[in-house]
């Protein structure tokens, strides 16, 4: 006779979370599963002294990713990435900016900044246009999806919005929009 209840082999915890174990100083019992150790983890960083070893071993590494960073691109280059990443929050933003010889002006979403370029280096903002959408028997909408790229010295000016515009909010969108283009006219 079959057993149709045969339960599946239990997936070992990676090298990586044992690691991260003993990097905490959490103790991995031979039964554990791969899961088991994951909620391990996961409980015992709510737990402030367990949190405060978690984030000095973040730092340390991207203090190491940073210095390996400013000395392959130079200071001016990873200063100027550090800037734009702040702006990466998924907040909305006026910008007004330069395309090509066209000055131009919209609400934005800022998706990422990076570093590009071979022998010479050079950030690259990659940001999020609105696109409003009126289907039948529908209200209007918003959905952020047209993908835009910029260079820092393109975008004239920024502004940060007190409040994201929801997606349902095309009034407010609107008024946005003629205070970029308020904004703008200074550029003209």
């Not at 940060?160 to 550029?187: R, S, T, V, W």
């Amino acid at each position: 006779m079959f057993n149709i209840f045969k339960r599946k082999p239990k997936k070992l915890p990676s090298q990586n979370q044992l690691e991260e174990c003993e990097r905490l100083g959490l103790k991995v019992k031979p039964h554990m599963s791969s899961r088991d150790v994951w909620q391990l983890v996961k409980d015992a960083k709510e737990k402030p002294e367990i949190k405060i070893l978690d984030d000095k071993y973040i730092a340390e590494q991207n203090a190491i990713l940073e210095k390996e960073d400013r000395e392959e691109y130079g200071d001016a280059v990873v200063d100027e990435l550090k800037k734009w990443e702040k702006v990466c929050d998924g907040n909305h933003y006026i910008v007004v900016y330069k395309k090509g010889k066209t000055l131009a002006s919209n609400i934005l979403e800022f998706e990422s900044a990076n570093i590009e370029g071979e022998k010479k280096f050079y950030v690259k903002i990659d940001a999020l246009l609105p696109k409003t959408y009126k289907p039948r028997n529908d209200s209007h909408s918003i959905e952020w999806e047209k993908e835009i790229s910029f260079r820092p010295e393109q975008i004239l000016e920024i502004k940060e919005m007190l409040q994201q515009i929801d997606m349902f909010d095309i009034e407010g969108y609107e008024a946005a929009l003629l205070h970029a283009k308020e904004i703008e006219a200074k550029y003209s």
